[in-house]
């Protein structure tokens, strides 16, 4: 499991302390809770969600919800074809992020004044849908200089590996994916591929225009209150893992002034609510 789905959990659970529950992620048969290395970081301070060992004390209130790595709910492997199936049934639930008034006072003094736009270049970085879920590098280069020219102050998160640091947006440390959502939290608009980001701004409840291309549908992890761009005219999602000419023609047919569009019309929605 990735930070997306991590950050869909967290939607799962969410009110589940007020009801009196403590949700458990993992095998219901087996009763054993599982987590990965980003669940620590997605969960800290979480009140709803079960850690691992809690299993073992023969907890009560414990309610089952079996998603974890290998049932994911929304999707099967369908390994011979290096595809995922889509679960066309499943809704994402908005996740939920705890942050410490240490974070949030980190993040105010990282990035500054609230309301600045975030552009976020890479797509599932260093995996192998990268290439299927990767909008190309000069057409958010021209949004992010449109949006400035426009007089947002455009950000982009600057962490180990980056591939494209955009010539026309303002670069921010982020040590960590954590903190790159607490900087988040004061953005007025993300611009980003689907993926863990865009599960984050739904988390901490910012505008997104989110780039699907023709990977995975937009009805299955798009959010209300975002623009979930998909291709026109490519056929289906096809799920492919693995590089795909059809993912990658998809993901190329949004234009930027699709995106442009979808931006500005968010950015206005915002300011006038």
Not at 111 to 133: D, I, M, R, S, Y
Request: charge should be neutral; glycine fraction near 10%.
């Amino acid at each position: 499991m990735g930070h997306g789905d991590q950050l869909l959990a967290t939607g799962f659970a969410r009110g589940a302390y007020e009801r009196g529950e403590s949700i458990a992620f993992g095998d219901p048969v087996q009763q054993r809770i599982e987590w990965d290395h980003h669940s620590p970081e997605i969960f800290r301070g979480n009140p709803n969600i079960a850690e691992p060992g809690t299993e073992n004390h023969g907890a009560a209130n414990l309610k089952w919800i079996h998603f974890c790595r290998g049932h994911r709910i929304y999707n099967r492997d369908d390994n011979a074809n290096q595809r995922w199936i889509w679960n066309y049934d499943f809704r994402p639930p908005r996740g939920e992020l705890f942050f410490s008034p240490e974070e949030r006072l980190d993040a105010a003094q990282a990035v500054g004044k609230e309301g600045f736009v975030v552009v976020e270049p890479h797509a599932a970085l260093h995996k192998t849908v990268e290439p299927n879920k990767t909008w190309p590098e000069e057409r958010f280069q021209h949004v992010a200089h449109q949006l400035r020219r426009d007089g947002h102050d455009v950000v982009q998160f600057e962490y180990s590996g980056i591939k494209v640091r955009l010539r026309h947006a303002r670069l921010v440390p982020t040590k960590s994916f954590r903190r790159a959502l607490a900087l988040l939290e004061r953005a007025a608009l993300i611009v980003v591929s689907e993926g863990g980001l865009h599960h984050g701004a739904a988390a901490v409840n910012v505008p997104a225009v989110v780039l699907f291309g023709g990977f995975i549908p937009p009805q299955i992890t798009g959010y209300d209150g975002h623009a979930n761009l998909a291709a026109e005219d490519q056929g289906p999602p096809c799920g492919k893992y693995v590089p795909c000419a059809h993912c990658i023609s998809a993901i190329r047919s949004i234009s930027a002034e699709r995106v442009l569009e979808a931006a500005r019309g968010l950015l206005v929605q915002r300011k006038a609510a």
